[in-house]
């Protein structure tokens, strides 16, 4: 991946960059910025100690064939204009790089950027089915339970009037056989014996 880093309009109506330019040697210490914002586009602003030299400074120096003393010189003024900032890491940070920092791709990297975005596409395309899918399984499944239990409930409904009418029935029929009283339907007559002699007391008196 290409990276690059852009400047606007007002760069060089900046104060630290006015002042940059007025210090000793100042286009060349200009330059020499421009030379480490370049070196450090493709790491967020970072220009990483790698323990090759006795720090970083002496690091940038053989990295960008100054003299120790001139890049010693040089990244104090950066940091003392908030240009540049070493770090506990003993690394140096340029504060204002990642703000001015853009990336161009090649095409394979293009190409492959837009395998990887059609592969996620496409997935989230799937998965959004499968949710929709099951969103309508689920729906059916309730109507199903729905309708399985009105069914059940009006089943009993059914059930309960029929043993309602069953019952109902019943004691109809019961209450059809009227009682043994003066020789009813099915029964022997009633007679003189069965109701006694009027005249006969225990007590031989008559019963008027």
Not at 102 to 111: Q, V
Not at 132 to 151: I, M, P, Q, Y
Request: aromatic share 6%; charged share 30%; proline share 4%.
């Amino acid at each position: 991946m290409n990276f690059w880093f852009k400047i606007q309009n007002d760069f060089f109506s900046d104060l630290s960059i006015k002042m940059l330019l007025k210090s000793d040697e100042g286009a060349r210490a200009f330059v020499f910025y421009m030379r480490l914002m370049c070196a450090a586009v493709g790491t967020a602003g970072v220009l990483e100690f790698r323990g090759i030299g006795a720090n970083v400074i002496e690091e940038i120096a053989l990295a960008n064939d100054e003299p120790l003393d001139f890049a010693e010189k040089a990244i104090g003024t950066l940091t003392r204009l908030h240009l540049a900032e070493l770090q506990q890491d003993g690394s140096l940070y340029l504060p204002q790089l990642p703000a001015l920092t853009g990336s161009s791709k090649t095409g394979a990297e293009r190409a492959a950027e837009f395998r990887r975005r059609k592969k996620r596409d496409a997935t989230e395309r799937n998965t959004d089915v499968t949710e929709r899918n099951a969103g309508v399984t689920r729906s059916n499944v309730t109507e199903c339970d729905a309708v399985t239990d009105v069914t059940q409930k009006s089943r009993t409904r059914k059930e309960k009037e029929l043993d309602q009418k069953q019952i109902e029935s019943q004691r109809i029929s019961n209450s059809g056989s009227s009682p043994r009283a003066f020789g009813g339907a099915g029964e022997p007559p009633i007679t003189l014996d069965d109701l006694g002699n009027p005249n006969e007391h225990d007590d031989g008196e008559l019963p008027f």
